[in-house]
């Protein structure tokens, strides 16, 4: 089966440093998804890109985070400086979403990227 | 904007029985699609079962169905015959029709206890 892949599973670190989570969408989907997951806010969509633009990063703090598609392969999510706050669980979906279907196809996660900022 | 309610936050079945699990939303759309998503302690998020608004049938997939009232805006998830292995966070999930608007809208989680 294929799977969206994230990378680190786990990372712990220290406040004020940069932190990079990476994702290897599903090959063949056209959107990728960056979602946050905490305790207080449940799961929270931060960005997403339709075949690698960026599409709505409404949810993200622009002063902090960043989020790329460098390739069709690759999405990014950076977080700098990182902040105790900013501990969550990191999630990325890929989907196929044809506009004039009606965008039916579902979002498939990856593993997600827990992530501890001491 | 769309919301999703689930007033459940944790439920508790008998392995074999049957329980359902509330959703509720809100919007102004006549066509979306709803999906139920479940979270092991593993964290993955599994896709369990979807539904498109515009279909008056009922989904179903082996043991998992939903009961879904568009006019009463309810979307309920029924796991018959309940195993071990569905003990998990189930998630209620809204997305609007296609365009640029397909990102999920969720609801806060009800965690399925399953027991002997």
């Known amino acids: 089966d294929a799977r969206v892949t994230q990378t680190p599973r786990h990372k712990v670190t220290e406040m004020g440093q940069e932190v990079t989570m990476r994702c290897q969408p599903i090959?063949?989907?056209?959107?990728v998804f960056w979602y946050r997951q905490t305790m207080m806010q449940g799961l929270e969509l931060l960005a997403y890109?339709?075949?690698?633009?960026?599409?709505?990063d409404s949810g993200m703090p622009k002063d902090r985070f960043s989020a790329e598609m460098p390739d069709a392969t690759l999405a990014t999510l950076k977080i700098q400086p990182s902040e105790p706050r900013d501990s969550a669980v990191y999630f990325c979906?890929?989907?196929?979403?044809?506009?004039?279907?009606?965008?039916?196809?579902?979002?498939?996660f990856g593993d997600g990227t827990r992530l501890s900022i001491l | 904007a769309q919301t999703v309610t689930q007033s459940q936050p944790e439920m508790s079945v008998q392995e074999a029985e049957t329980v359902t699990l509330s959703c509720t939303y809100d919007t102004s759309e006549s066509d979306y699609y709803l999906f139920w998503y479940k979270q092991p302690p593993s964290r993955q998020m599994i896709l369990v079962i979807r539904?498109?608004?515009?279909?008056?049938q009922n989904a179903t997939e082996n043991r998992f169905s939903v009961n879904f009232q568009k006019a009463a805006k309810s979307f309920s998830l029924k796991i018959s015959d309940s195993q071990l292995g569905d003990a998990a966070m189930y998630f209620c999930a809204y997305r609007s029709p296609g365009g640029t608007a397909s990102k999920l809208t969720f609801g806060t989680g009800t965690r399925l206890q399953v027991t002997l």
């Open positions: 090959l063949g989907h056209n959107t």
């Open positions: 539904q498109e608004a515009y279909k008056q």
């Open positions: 890109f339709r075949n690698r633009a960026p599409l709505d």
């Open positions: 979906a890929s989907g196929l979403v044809i506009p004039t279907r009606g965008g039916n196809q579902p979002q498939h």
